[in-house]
């Protein structure tokens, strides 16, 4: 079973699109503390000039490209649903204006495009550009480290380092979460879902590194977090499932899996099986 990627997840992070992270605790207050007092800058200024040398000339703001932030607005003018087209123009900027200031906001929503597309190689190759210009950009973070234990290859030589860079994705994902700053235009209930909705997602990807990695309690303690709801995926339930298994605890097996049997899935099959699997195995399983 190397592929477990969920359709009805897909473009669920789309929400957090745009979303930027907050600036990290004790950042400002860094920036203040290298920033000389008023004291010493007006003494500077009464400082006659020494040699003979002028003050430097002030920078020159930086010169803006007509075209770029045509182009960009194009972009960013499509609708959410316009994949082909985000990805077409998307692609197109990136390669035109290779140091631009949008790049990493490109970058971000060919992730976002592919990711719904489920085209996980160029997901990859433009979400890790992304995160080289943003390392803290969630939008791109959680639908990486989501992706990733989904599409596990047990015979991929490079899959254990994929497991752990998924972990650590997904785990700086869930620190950001909490003090990001709203964008403007975005409404408060927008925002709070927008974030809940990531946060999930995080959590469940979680679950399924740690289950691809041998950890089942670890990966119990993630899934039951996100399957508690009045909807849970099944995708989730199944892993959930097999997790309780792994420990013994049948009787809580069965409950994962006859939910996973409820719900309409290609899953629904297999979790009945192993519903009545896992009540056989809680009615033999000797009482403590």
Do not use: W
């Not at 977090?225 to 199944?238: E, I, K, Q, R």
């Amino acid at each position: 079973m190397k592929t477990l990627f969920s359709g009805a997840v897909v473009g669920c992070c789309a929400l957090i699109l745009g979303l930027a992270a907050s600036v990290p605790a004790g950042a400002q207050s860094t920036q203040q503390q290298q920033q000389p007092s008023t004291s010493t800058q007006q003494g500077d200024q009464q400082k006659p000039a020494q040699n003979g040398n002028q003050p430097a000339p002030p920078a020159e703001a930086p010169k803006v490209n007509p075209q770029e932030e045509a182009d960009y607005k194009a972009l960013t003018a499509l609708k959410p649903d316009d994949l082909n087209g985000q990805i077409k123009l998307g692609e197109e900027f990136v390669q035109k204006y290779p140091d631009s200031k949008y790049d990493e906001s490109v970058y971000a929503k060919l992730t976002q495009a592919y990711y719904a597309k489920q085209d996980v190689p160029k997901m990859n190759a433009v979400g890790d550009k992304a995160l080289a210009l943003n390392p803290d950009d969630v939008s791109v973070l959680v639908p990486l480290g989501y992706v990733a234990p989904h599409f596990y290859n047990s015979n991929d030589l490079d899959a254990e380092r994929k497991l752990q860079k998924a972990e650590q994705e997904l785990k700086h994902a869930l620190e950001l979460l909490p003090t990001m700053a709203k964008p403007a235009g975005v409404t408060d209930d927008d925002f709070t879902k927008a974030k809940a909705t990531a946060a999930e997602q995080a959590h469940a990807g979680l679950g399924l590194v740690y289950f691809r990695e041998g950890k089942d309690e670890e990966s119990v303690t993630e899934l039951k977090l996100v399957t508690s709801g009045p909807d849970p995926d099944p995708v989730n339930l199944f892993v959930l499932g097999i997790d309780l298994q792994h420990l013994k605890r049948f009787s809580e097996a069965a409950d994962a899996f006859s939910k996973c049997a409820a719900s309409p899935s290609q899953l629904k099959d297999q979790c009945k099986t192993r519903a009545d699997q896992a009540k056989q195995q809680a009615t033999s399983q000797p009482k403590q």
